[in-house]
């Protein structure tokens, strides 16, 4: 992994910035369109830069209560503190194109914000989820047309820049060697496999870790005290026990703390008797009254945790609809990460269907992917649809058996030799000592079937058996495959 710092990639160089983060035109950090593109007047400032209007009450408190400018960053001193590359080299106008590379919640994209609102650049968000190459190709033409009409370069800042494919990566190459656009791209994947090598090699890798417990507090602490974006207006505190707890169920999530925190606010004004009797100060009491009484929040690591993800997956084992969504709706109703309730679906739909219905693992695989591009609330429905689909199909493990006997035949075996039949033979050397000799290619042989050998010759002794199909759905058609093939074989031995 590259080290955290800045480097001179191949880009033009960048423009002056202002002093002390400002920018030397005043424009500030703004979202340009193809329609202001030709427009000279001043772009709206973002709220990234400590200017923009009053966050709308409507969003959530984790939107609301992002940094404005580094004076409100909170932890990753490291990477983002006064005395880190990243800040020497902003100061000296001198950026270069990133990747953030941390988990969720980390602060990647405030980062990335945060960034643009010290250059005089255009700032221009897309997201890899919901983007395709269309969208990258209107962005680089936008950014080219702003470069040479304005002067002005474009910071591009790619969400889950993971998701992009070789070709959508391999778009923002000659752009960034030219210094059309300075990206900045974010990922929660380690960008040694998820970002191509050429654009790695162009970019600088920023890693951010998870924020600990007290850096947490500290946030959660500012979001009660501030009257204008956070909670202070409705005069709300907390014990510091509350505080802490929110923390630790977090696991160094900020978006996430706030939104728990948001949430238990919630709670308690929508049932006041949660709060016994301090109508705005939330105490560990009343924090056991919320967990106990509304399942909002639970230890994700603990033993609650563990409990409701094992009734789930065993709903849908046993074939009940009614009880795999209740226990997919508990979870989700108190805060487990939908994603790892869409992974244990998956694990399902192997384990517990596996081959009497291989669509199965189809609509699991599909249902995972559309709860990444629609999110929270409506992404509830492709994961209800494959929680339903998974308990009402056959099951079978004849799978999970056979990975089973298989593993457990290559550790007590070894490393048994490759037959020489099925082995390549790319030189004449190899040819001379056997390899690939007499191979029946199956396409040749009538009903395309050769019935060759293709276990080691110890285990074709012993005529093991990994797999045996099931008796229910799809695999009952399999049995009969194979009933077939076997009879082939055996007309062929003899």
């Keep these: 992994m590259q080290e955290c710092g800045l480097a001179i990639v191949g880009a033009a160089p960048p423009r002056h910035f202002g002093r002390a983060g400002h920018l030397a035109g005043g424009r500030g950090l703004c979202y340009d369109t193809a329609v202001d593109l030709f427009d000279d007047k001043p772009e709206p400032p973002e709220p990234a830069d400590g200017g923009g209007e009053r966050p709308a009450a409507h969003q959530p408190l984790a939107e609301r209560m992002r940094p404005r400018s580094f004076d409100d960053w909170i932890g990753q ?18 950026l270069h194109s990133l990747i953030l590379w941390g988990p969720p919640g980390c602060g990647k994209t405030t980062l990335a914000r945060l960034i643009a609102g010290q250059t005089d650049m255009a700032f221009q968000p897309l997201s890899a989820v919901i983007s395709g190459i269309k969208e990258v190709k209107a962005v680089i033409d936008q950014a080219k047309a702003r ?65 600990d417990v007290g850096e947490l507090v500290t946030l959660l602490e500012r979001a009660l005290r501030d009257a204008e974006r956070g909670l202070g207006a409705g005069g709300w505190r907390a014990e510091p026990e509350v505080l802490e707890r929110i923390a630790g169920l977090s696991d160094g999530d900020a978006r996430r703390a706030l939104s728990l925190l948001e949430q238990c606010v919630a709670l308690a004004e929508a049932d006041p008797s949660l709060l016994a009797g301090d109508a705005r100060k939330l105490t560990v009491a009343s924090l056991a009254a919320m967990l106990e009484r509304k399942h909002l929040l639970y230890d994700r690591g603990g033993e609650e945790h563990f409990n409701l993800i094992s009734a789930f997956h065993k709903s849908m084992r046993a074939s009940d609809p009614q009880g795999a969504v209740y226990w997919l709706f508990r979870m989700l109703e ?21 081959m009497a219905d291989p669509q199965a693992l189809q609509v699991a695989v599909a249902a995972y992917q559309a709860f990444q591009a629609l999110g929270l609330p409506e992404g509830e429905l492709p994961l209800t649809h494959a929680a339903i689909y998974v308990a009402t199909a056959p099951k079978s493990n004849s799978v999970n058996v056979a990975r089973g006997q298989a593993r457990d ?44 050998p293709t276990l080691p010759d110890e285990l074709e002794a012993q005529e093991v058996k990994f797999y045996e199909p099931g008796q229910f759905g799809f695999e009952k058609e399999i049995r009969k495959r194979m009933d077939w093939w076997d009879a082939k074989r055996a007309e062929r031995r003899s």
């Design 77 to 94: 001193a490291e990477v983002a503190g006064p005395d880190s590359p990243l800040r020497r080299m902003l100061a000296r106008g001198a």
């Design 147 to 211: 470069l040479a009409l304005k002067n002005r370069r474009t910071i591009l800042f790619i969400d889950e820049i993971h998701r992009f494919n070789k070709a959508q990566q391999d778009a923002f190459l000659p752009h960034v060697e030219n210094g059309t656009i300075l990206l900045i791209g974010a990922t929660t994947e380690n960008p040694s496999f998820s970002v191509i090598a050429p654009l790695l090699s162009r970019c600088r890798v920023l890693t951010l870790r998870p924020l």
């Design 334 to 354: 108190a805060g487990e990460d939908p994603l790892w309730i869409a992974r244990r679906i998956l694990a399902a739909a192997s384990e517990d269907v596996g």
């Design 409 to 452: 035949a290559v550790r007590r075996h070894g490393s048994l030799p490759v037959p020489l039949h099925l082995r390549n033979a790319p030189t004449g050397l190899m040819k001379q000592l056997g390899y690939g000799r007499e191979y029946l290619y199956d396409h040749d042989q009538p009903d395309h079937f050769s019935g060759q």
